[in-house]
């Protein structure tokens, strides 16, 4: 059974930055997600198992930065310049399967997924 555990949120204002961790129970690829009210889950960013490759979704390019230190099983989601419409549910999630390529901005794709821990950024 895969366990993550994610730390990290809390309230910004605008402009302001964050960083979320998640602690995973091995190494996989892994995603963060985020749900807002009244909204659906939605991909934020990925990194692949070896941390070689990323993928972002596009409003969050140039300000997000996802890591992973793998000696911890440890995954990253650095924030800058948080805007109010990031405000949400950040879920981090792990994908067992080992793929090639670019990792996947499909929810369907990740088996396990972490508690959520709330980011607000207030204007």
């Known amino acids: 059974q895969v366990q993550l555990v994610e730390s990290g949120g809390g309230l910004v204002q605008a402009g302001g930055s964050l960083r979320l961790s998640c602690a995973a129970s091995?190494?996989?690829?892994m995603g963060w997600f985020r749900q807002a009210p009244g909204k659906e889950r939605e991909f934020v960013t990925a990194?692949?198992?070896?941390?070689?490759?990323?993928r972002y979704e596009d409003s969050v390019k140039g300000r997000f930065t996802i890591s992973r230190d793998n000696a911890k099983n440890t995954l990253y989601l650095q924030m800058n310049s948080l805007k109010p419409e990031d405000t949400a549910v950040y879920y981090c999630?792990?994908?067992?399967?080992?793929?090639?390529?670019?990792?996947?901005?499909?929810?369907?794709?990740?088996?396990?997924w972490g508690q959520g821990t709330q980011v607000t950024v207030s204007s």
């Open positions: 999630a792990a994908r067992t399967a080992r793929t090639a390529g670019t990792p996947s901005d499909s929810s369907y794709d990740y088996d396990y």
């Open positions: 990194i692949s198992w070896s941390g070689g490759s990323t």
């Open positions: 091995g190494r996989y690829a």
